[in-house]
């Protein structure tokens, strides 16, 4: 597999979650990260700089499920792709929502999926009027949590757009280093 990194605004939007939703536990989360994932976290964090995306990234969700969900890295990952993508699109990406319908928005996630990380490929596939499938570059292979926060960033993306009960449910690959899913809504 490639090393893939991710900006800085991936991370902060990480950060800024546990902040805002779990702020009493902050500080034990912190304590808990690996030392390299500390070290970026407890220092200022640049918007625009790379981060290793093992440390700055996954080993930090790990934490946060193991800290504040039992363990539960789906529920976990959804949580704070969900927050992440309100982060991000009623914040510095606030343009990519402006008369935005929800196929246009996936369109434009693979802009933004390149914004946030290296060496990660995204492609809209089957698009329809309440549906699509998005394939997506596995990060890992040794859990979803990358999987799940996109899908859970993707999810709150078309809420944001006025999308009604929206769903998701994996799809199968034949590449072994790309993850699938179908969103679709009312």
Request: glycine share 4%; aromatic share 12%.
């Amino acid at each position: 597999m490639q090393i893939h990194n991710v900006k800085g605004t991936g991370v902060i939007s990480t950060r800024t979650y546990v902040e805002s939703k779990h702020n009493d536990r902050y500080k034990s989360w912190l304590k808990s990260l690996p030392k390299k994932s500390n070290d970026i976290y407890t220092k200022a964090i640049n918007s625009t700089n790379w981060y290793n995306i093992e440390d700055a990234y996954l080993s930090p969700m790990e934490q946060i499920a193991k800290s504040f969900f039992d363990g539960d890295e789906k529920t976990a990952a959804l949580d704070v792709g969900k927050y992440s993508a309100e982060y991000a699109l009623k914040g510095v990406y606030k343009v990519f929502l402006m008369r935005a319908s929800p196929q246009t928005l996936m369109k434009a996630s693979k802009r933004i999926a390149s914004i946030y990380y290296n060496n990660v490929k995204v492609s809209i596939d089957n698009v329809k009027k309440k549906s699509l499938i998005i394939n997506c570059t596995r990060i890992t292979t040794k859990n979803k949590i990358f999987d799940y926060r996109t899908i859970g960033w993707c999810i709150k993306a078309l809420e944001l757009t006025h999308c009604k009960n929206v769903i998701f449910e994996d799809v199968d690959t034949e590449n072994s280093e790309m993850f699938a899913f179908k969103l679709s809504w009312d």
